[in-house]
């Protein structure tokens, strides 16, 4: 329950418009408990709410500087980071700037929103670091061409033009992982060459829409 008697009002906050519509329809059947005020693409929190769900995909997460906006924000009663990277040093980043939760992807949704709860219950609440494939509900760029929302976030990032370098190193990924990442991806796409997969990137909304869903299906 909120702070105002009714269900926990949460805003979602990612640069893909894709993505937090994704989260928003997998909270849709709990909405007696979470209500999605408003959908954040790059934009402040405006509407008063008691959780911002922070979704990490394709974000710069060693930079932190969207999560300490969040945290900063005086509309948003608490904070917690939705990833799948549990690197521990990405980890204690996230407590020491202050989050109230650092959840896992491959929660299902019943599991998300009993977290959420528990969040709003004034609890601290950190996800083990997922031991299995992801298998979160949720929605990304790519995927109806197959690609991982792994393959798909280091995609934008290529999109984003980060180099291979760049792309390791906000993934917590080795080199030799990404470029595996890449080769896999390519066949997927159908292209040759960075170039190619940066024009099939764009055309395909791997570019941050920058932009708000205000609202959503009648929330506060």
Partial sequence: MSSQGGPIQVALVDDYDVVVVGVANMLEPYR????????????????????????SF?????????????????????????TWNFHPELVSMARDLGVHGYLSKALSARELVAALE??????????PSPTKARSHSGDWPGRGEGLTDRESEIL??????????????????????????????????????RT???LWGVRNGFLPDHRRIEHWRGGP
Avoid at 35 to 48: C, I, M, R, S
Avoid at 118 to 127: D, K, L, R, Y
């Fill in 32 to 55: 007696d408990r979470v209500v999605v005020a408003e959908l954040d693409t790059n934009k402040p929190v405006e509407d008063d709410v008691d959780i911002a769900l922070y979704d």
């Fill in 118 to 127: 528990s969040v709003h219950a004034g609890e601290n609440v950190i996800s």
């Fill in 196 to 198: 190619q997969a940066v």
């Fill in 156 to 193: 934008a990032l290529i999109t984003q033009g980060k180099n291979n370098a760049e792309v390791a190193a906000l993934t917590y990924l080795s080199p030799n992982t990404v470029k595996s990442y890449i080769r896999g991806l390519y066949r997927k796409i159908d292209v040759d060459s």
């Fill in 58 to 82: 394709a974000q710069p997460e060693s930079d932190h500087e969207e999560v300490k906006t969040l945290i900063d924000n005086p509309r948003a009663r608490r904070v917690v980071v939705y």
